[in-house]
């Protein structure tokens, strides 16, 4: 029966089961018919049918079976024996095997990062609407991604913007928590009490807040991370009611959030309300905002309709600025991940292209084989196998290697996990949550398939009538060109497809040393930075704050080991600490239309410049008595004197935060005593620098809208390795007050990496898929030309027996290898000069068609290739002629 | 090559079957255990059952064609006939067991 029919019987399984059950139906009727004719009673003539009829259902399922059977037998039989032709190759084995194993792995373990990160980055019930209330300020020439809003802002969303349907605010802070067990600086986030609803979220135990707790004076409650609440308190069923002291302030629990919940980041450690009110509202741009859209609503009309408020709240505050602040809101999804996904897919297409090359591969081994066996195949078809037949020879090994690839791969897969999960930035969204679920295992299923496929059929295309095969497939011959052909594009496929991947991580890798070249323009070298808040509670006022800053810098001075010590609110490269606003000029009256300048303000104690090593360009920096004289002066970055003062010498000049007096009448001016290098705030590389205003932490007391001071982060200085002073600055941060904790503790040089961390993460990647792709491709290249050589050996003997020169023979196979290598380095180079332009926005500083890395990339696989090629020429070489005439 | 032809017990329901439809002409499964009942003086019973699966594999053989019609009492039944492939057989089978036969008697007979 012809495998088809057998398909077909099986697809008809249930027509035949009818028929036959037909038939045995009427077989039954009519013994019961006889039987009560002979005077049975219609119970006793049903059973005597039964009996003499034997079981109706064994002997239709035994008809059935024999049809299944034979079928499902040949099929075990075909994987049996392509098990055991394997077997019989070890080599070939297991060189397929983990060729597979190694790219189905890499392909499984990305897409499971793929799938969770990009496909489902956002565990919210209809995230679609969910937006990120950012704004672009273009006069400043940032188009997009200005993500702080003001709380006057925040009441004109909440109350005038008919296209959002709730509107939340927050800010993430460190805070102390205290009582049972040591004290900790944890991260808090204040948000609205619209936060939940708005996210659609619940708590997994207890409630959200309510209302009446997000107004000042509100009681003072908290709802839990899952993690904080496993870490800290052992997962205690009885938490809620309980009170902690969060900054020394007794906090009752009273909910916990289900472990997946961690917005806004994956570091959160609790939530408390933010108390808010509409007589209070400001113009100090410290919150961050999101909001849910109108059901119908569209991102472009909530756009719109944003920008007429900002227009509007010109009106309501004039001066302030927020003309010039053109919405640009974003779903939280594009938020989220816009800056990743672009890096996630291009790592996906990396390693897509390594199985192509890994397929490539096995496809040349499969092909060689093949073509060993070509007599035994060529036998069995002269006896009468038909294609098919053949097929299943060819596509059971296949299957079965892809199979076993597969299994490998996904234990392969589960280890790189562990380590992206372990090594990836901290900006991935829900990266801790990748794992290998159900659709990873289908998706590698589905590979597994489509490679079997992909190189099992490929000996199929190509096998050649049997007259053919004859004519060629004599034992010495030299073979056909027809096959040498496919082997010869299959490794030209690999080279070009490896040069892609190995210009992608060149330029990567140009990029990453690019951007650790810039200079940040302060000095990261043995610095021990770390982060002390004091608790409302023990230090009301700025007065106790300032001074116990002041005593901390004092005390940390005195660890051996320490060369200067300062702090500041904020340091370069570090989030969540930036506090800005209008600043206004004094003197400088605003001519309509133009815009005060949103300035980002720091507080330092004295000596902060010299101690990061940032360079004063202009006038002087803040030194310790300017603090301790309480002196009322600023120091700009020389953004801010470009933007502000256009060109003229800004030093003497006062500037404010806020275009009004302090309620006591005092002007509130600082002066300006010194210009400072522009430093990288948020990333090394920023196209643009944000314009920083530094007061002396003792001047930030008489100043509107001064920046908070009640955590700040100091900076050693140390003559010794940074990190081993951890234990003394803690034990002298205790002598100052042994309640307070010690948090983000770590050097300036490990800043400065984290900043590049997430570049380093994706080049890695891109760099492992090309190495891989590269060794596979050397591999692959040498294979095909030892296998040309072995076969063409008893041709080169003649060659050499009838005084070829061993040299000239090796050019021969050196220059079929070579011919092959510059082709595909040639397609290569088009491709990625085509490709690279989709990795454009994952560089810095360089043209992604930057013929540096594209020669330097394209020399070193040829110089690879060549050498795969020689090893066999030198072996082709060396033959004897007598020996390479005798080995047929 | 005729399969099965080593398989005594199957090959004798085989040629039986053979013999009998090709004598009466098409049967459906019930006539053929009546015919074979009827035949061997009710010596040889037979689960009636069995006949399927031999049917159904000699229709395979194309030795038989089965064809649905309806029986004296309205039943709808498959009615066999043996073709000429299934002739061929019988001559074949027959042969055979005249051969054999022989063989079983004549050592019978002088065992």
Redesign the interface.
């Known amino acids: 029966m012809s495998p088809i029919r057998r398909i077909w019987n099986v697809i008809r399984r249930r027509r035949l089961d009818d028929?036959?059950r037909?038939?045995?139906d009427?077989?039954l009727?009519?013994?019961e018919?006889e039987e009560r004719l002979n005077g049975f009673s219609a119970e006793q003539a049903r059973r005597r049918a039964l009996a003499?009829?034997?079981?109706?259902m064994?002997?239709?399922e035994?008809?059935l079976e024999?049809i299944v059977a034979t079928w499902v037998e040949n099929l075990c039989k075909d994987f049996m024996f392509a098990a055991r032709r394997l077997m019989r190759s070890p080599t070939f084995t297991i060189a397929a095997v983990l060729t597979l194993a190694l790219a189905i792995g890499a392909n499984a373990a990305i897409f499971a990062v793929v799938h969770r990160v990009i496909l489902n980055p956002l565990p919210f019930a209809d995230s679609a609407r969910v937006i990120s209330l950012e704004d672009g300020m273009p006069s400043r020439n940032v188009p997009f991604g200005f993500n702080s809003l003001t709380t006057q802002l925040y009441y004109a969303y909440l109350e005038r913007a008919h296209s959002l349907e709730s509107v939340a605010l927050y800010r993430i802070e460190d805070r102390a928590l205290t009582g049972q067990g040591d004290p900790e600086r944890v991260l808090t986030t204040r948000v609205t009490p619209s936060l939940a609803s708005m996210l659609r979220v619940a708590p997994m135990m207890g409630r959200w807040f309510t209302e009446a707790e997000g107004v000042p004076g509100g009681p003072q409650v908290t709802v839990l991370s899952y993690g904080l609440w496993t870490r800290r308190y052992g997962a205690d069923p009885n938490i809620l009611g309980r009170t902690v002291a969060l900054d020394g302030v007794s906090t009752a629990v009273v909910g916990i959030m289900p472990a997946w919940f961690t917005f806004p980041n994956t570091t959160v450690d609790a939530w408390t309300p933010l108390p808010l009110t509409r007589a209070s509202a400001t113009d100090n741009y410290s919150f961050t905002g999101v909001a849910r859209l109108r059901r119908g609503a569209t991102v472009a009309e909530a756009r719109a309709e944003l920008n007429r408020l900002h227009i509007d709240l010109e009106r309501d505050y004039p001066g302030n600025g927020y003309r010039q602040l053109v919405a640009a809101p974003a779903t939280l999804i594009e938020a989220t991940i816009g800056r990743v996904s672009g890096a996630l897919w291009i790592v996906l297409a990396s390693v897509g292209l390594v199985l192509l090359v890994a397929c490539a591969n096995v496809a040349n081994l499969f092909l060689v084989r093949s073509e060993i066996r070509q007599r035994e195949v060529m036998l069995r078809s002269a006896l009468g196998a038909d294609r098919s037949a053949i097929a299943r020879y060819f596509l059971c090994e296949s299957v079965l290697l892809s199979m076993v690839g597969g299994i490998l791969g996904f234990g392969l897969a589960w280890g790189a996990i562990r380590l992206l999960v372990a090594f990836g930035p901290s900006n991935l969204p829900r990266l801790t949550e990748v794992r290998l679920d159900a659709v990873a295992l289908l998706f590698t299923l589905g590979l597994v398939m489509l490679t079997a496929v992909a190189f099992g059929g490929l000996p199929l295309l190509r096998s050649t009538p049997i007259a053919a095969a004859l004519r060629d497939g004599g034992r010495s011959g030299t073979h056909g060109r027809s096959r040498h052909g496919t082997r010869q594009l299959l490794m030209g496929g690999q080279v070009a497809l490896a040069l892609v991947l190995l210009v992608a991580s060149g330029l990567m890798l140009r990029s990453f040393q690019k951007l650790r070249a810039v200079n940040p323009n302060f000095d990261a070298a043995s610095a021990l930075t770390f982060r002390v808040g004091l608790p409302p509670a023990d230090y009301p006022d700025r007065a106790h704050i300032v001074l116990a800053h002041i005593a901390i810098v004092d005390e940390l001075s005195r660890v051996p080991g320490a060369a200067t010590v300062s702090a500041a609110t904020c340091l370069p490269l570090v989030e969540g600490c930036n506090q800005g606003g209008a600043l206004f000029v004094d003197g400088q009256a605003m001519q309509p239309g133009q815009q005060p300048p949103i300035v980002l303000r720091r507080a330092v104690a004295g000596g902060f410049f010299e101690t990061m090593g940032m360079r004063i360009v202009r006038g002087r920096s803040i030194a310790r008595d300017d603090v301790e004289r309480n002196e009322p002066i600023a120091v700009i970055t020389e953004s801010l004197a470009r933007v502000a003062f256009a060109g003229l010498d800004p030093i003497g000049r006062r500037v404010r935060f806020g275009n009004r007096p302090l309620p006591s009448g005092d002007g509130g001016w600082l002066t300006i005593a010194g210009v400072v290098a522009d430093t990288p705030v948020l990333a090394l590389g920023e196209t643009r620098a944000l314009p920083q205003l530094y007061m002396p932490i003792f001047a930030s007391r008489q100043v509107p809208l001064p920046p908070r001071t009640d955590a700040m982060t100091f900076v050693m200085k140390t003559v010794v390795a940074p990190a081993g002073l951890t234990a003394a600055a803690r034990a002298a941060v205790a002598r100052v007050d042994p309640k307070l904790a010690l948090a983000q503790i770590r050097t300036l040089q490990e800043l400065l990496d984290r900043s590049s961390s997430q570049m380093a993460f994706t080049m890695v990647l891109i760099a492992i898929a090309a190495v891989v792709a590269l060794v596979l491709g050397v591999v692959g290249i040498y294979g095909v030309m030892s296998y040309i050589v072995s076969q063409r050996t008893s041709e080169i003997g003649v060659r050499l027996a009838l005084g070829a020169e061993p040299r000239s023979v090796a050019a021969m196979i050196l220059r079929q290898g070579s011919t092959v290598a510059i082709a595909g380095a040639t397609v290569g180079v088009v491709a990625a000069l085509a490709g690279s332009r989709l990795i454009a926005s994952l560089l810095y500083g360089i043209s992604p068609r930057d013929p540096a890395v594209f020669a330097g990339t394209t020399l070193l696989l040829l110089l690879v290739a060549a050498l795969a090629c020689w090893l066999p020429a030198r072996r082709a070489a060396r033959l004897s002629p007598l020996e390479a005439l005798r080995t047929d | 090559m005729p399969k099965h032809s080593n398989d005594r017990l199957q090959g004798t329901l085989d040629l039986l079957i053979l013999k009998l439809l090709d004598r009466s002409g098409p049967l459906h499964g019930y006539g053929l255990a009546q015919r074979i009942h009827q035949a061997t003086a009710d010596s040889l019973r037979i689960e009636e059952g069995s006949l399927y699966p031999a049917l159904q594999r000699m229709t395979h053989e194309k030795w038989l064609k089965a064809q649905w019609g309806t029986t004296d009492t309205g039943r709808k039944a498959r009615f066999y006939t043996v073709t000429a492939a299934g002739r061929k057989q019988l001559e074949e089978e027959e042969r055979r067991w005249v051969t054999l036969t022989e063989a079983v008697n004549r050592a019978l007979r002088f065992a």
Request: aromatic share 4%; no cysteine; hydrophobic share 35%.
């Open positions: 028929e036959l037909q038939e045995v009427t077989h009727a009519l013994i018919e003499r009829f034997g079981s109706p064994a002997s239709r035994r008809s024999a």
